[in-house]
């Protein structure tokens, strides 16, 4: 049985609480894998290692940096179907999905190798007489990373890319379900030169995620999972002093309105409700069609759901994988059997057809669905896609932003000041026209608002340099010895 390690001042260290959990291959059900759980005291060694490298690689020069981390995305994209096979073995994605997954990481580091540009400050000459004053952003020290099952590459990447080149050192905590892709990417950040501490892997559950939102020595946390852990993360690391950005759940909606092209709308709602078999943050898991085009397109829908391959990652033609653990599998399928109940319609039952072996669930549909009914108002995180009816645009509007998530959200219409409206009315904070998926590149942010952010800055582009920083202004004098005197007023620019 393979035994997953912590990596710390790089390379693998065995944990000693006697602690671990179980890595499962969720094609087979079959357990492939232990991994170390570490408690408080590793935990503590962990941060030590990162504090002990941070004077060192904080004064590495910029250039330095970005040497590094140009050989890093050399070596992502070298073994990127290495990653994607880590990732479809204990994650369970298809392989095009694992490869995208990789894809979108990559394009984070490529923009962290840019950062010098971003760490640029102002210069004021001549603010005052003889004064001049200058800003500097400089790192905030030992910061974590706290990330989901669902992207155990891409995250990271979002991540520790701009957080090491800013001059931080980094924990990273990743889920225990699917944390091998960590341990391989630390290793190629070994590769690249980084130095040792400056990238830690530490392994564990809630006790190694409370230490981390407590321990002294963290400056900053960044976490992406469901809003109720994403809130305890932020008002534990805030209350201890940290810098903290929480992302949490969604519930996003795809509005069709009755001029758009429903071929092109069917083919979004299908590719974005059960790629990755749902469990996307990014997902369309409501689809709120306008009345009048409401069934044609639900037939569309329905017509393209059989044809959705479901199989092992194994499976050069499979689509869609299974989800992560036999237990997310069943509370999904519950969404499904409890949505009739509920006086919602079971169009496609995907639960009645799944396989026997392995963590697998068929695409669902289900129509009729209202605020107030469990598979409406809560994340469901599989492969379910739920339809609502509203009778026009502004009903849809209101259905979206009454919704207490604010991640994602699309609009599928051909009327461009339609379009243009919904997206200065929607309160949401990644909005797509005609793109149902609507995850920014990695130059712009990504994050949404209400309950799916907690804190004050989204993560990756711009906003992710910010967070892992700090502004300090310098104000500068050197005066002519023959001008100095003792002046006690309150000094003045003028």
Request: neutral net charge; aromatic residues 8%.
């Amino acid at each position: 049985m393979n035994r997953i390690g912590h990596w710390i001042n790089n390379k693998v260290v065995l944990g000693t609480s006697g602690r671990s959990g179980v890595v499962f291959n969720p094609a087979t059900g079959e357990q492939q894998a232990a991994v170390d759980f570490a408690n408080v005291a590793e935990l503590d060694a962990v941060v030590a290692s990162a504090k002990a490298a941070l004077p060192g690689w904080r004064s590495t020069s910029l250039s330095r940096r970005a040497e590094v981390m140009f050989r890093m995305r050399e070596l992502v994209d070298a073994n990127r179907k290495e990653i994607a096979n880590i990732v479809s073995l204990e994650h369970g994605k298809v392989p095009a999905d694992a490869m995208g997954e990789l894809a979108r990481g990559l394009e984070n580091i490529e923009f962290a190798c840019g950062i010098p540009a971003l760490m640029k400050g102002g210069y004021s000459e001549q603010a005052a007489g003889g004064v001049d004053v200058y800003s500097i952003r400089q790192p905030l020290g030992v910061v974590a990373g706290i990330t989901p099952f669902n992207f155990p590459a891409m995250v990271p990447m979002w991540m520790f890319a701009n957080a090491i080149m800013c001059g931080n050192t980094f924990v990273l905590k990743p889920s225990e379900k699917d944390p091998s892709a960590a341990m391989f990417i630390a290793d190629l950040l070994r590769q690249s030169g980084l130095p040792d501490g400056v990238f830690n892997v530490v392994h564990g559950d809630k006790v190694a995620v409370d230490r981390l939102l407590e321990h002294p020595d963290i400056a900053a946390v960044s976490f992406v999972g469901s809003t109720p852990i994403a809130k305890y993360v932020y008002e534990t690391g805030t209350r201890n002093g940290k810098r903290v950005q929480a992302l949490g759940g969604a519930k996003n909606h795809m509005l069709v309105l009755p001029d758009a092209d429903l071929d092109m709308a069917a083919d979004a709602a299908v590719s974005a409700a059960y790629g990755s078999a749902g469990e996307r943050c990014m997902a369309v898991s409501v689809v709120a069609a306008v009345d009048s085009i409401a069934d044609q397109l639900i037939d569309k829908i329905k017509t393209r759901i059989p044809n959705i391959k479901v199989g092992a990652g194994t499976d050069p033609s499979a689509e869609m994988g299974p989800l992560i653990t036999r237990e997310h599998r069943d509370k999904v399928a519950g969404y499904v059997h409890g949505a009739a109940k509920e006086g919602a319609k079971v169009v496609i039952d995907g639960t009645a057809k799944a396989k026997d072996d392995g963590f697998f669930l068929n695409p669902s549909l289900i129509d009729e669905a209202k605020p107030g009914m469990k598979c409406y108002d809560e994340e469901i995180f599989g492969p379910v896609l739920v339809v609502t009816r509203v009778e026009g645009y502004e009903a849809g509007l209101k259905l979206i932003n009454d919704n207490p998530y604010g991640n994602g959200t699309a609009i599928f219409t051909r009327d461009g000041g339609v379009a243009r409206q919904f997206q200065f009315d929607v309160q949401v904070g990644m909005v797509g026209i005609n793109v149902p998926i609507p995850v920014p590149v990695s130059y712009y942010s990504f994050g949404g608002w209400k309950a799916s952010l907690f804190g004050d800055q989204h993560m990756y582009g711009p906003e992710g340099v910010n967070f892992f920083t700090r502004g300090k202004v310098v104000t500068s004098r050197w005066p002519d010895p023959r001008t100095s005197s003792v002046n006690l007023g309150f000094p003045q620019n003028r």
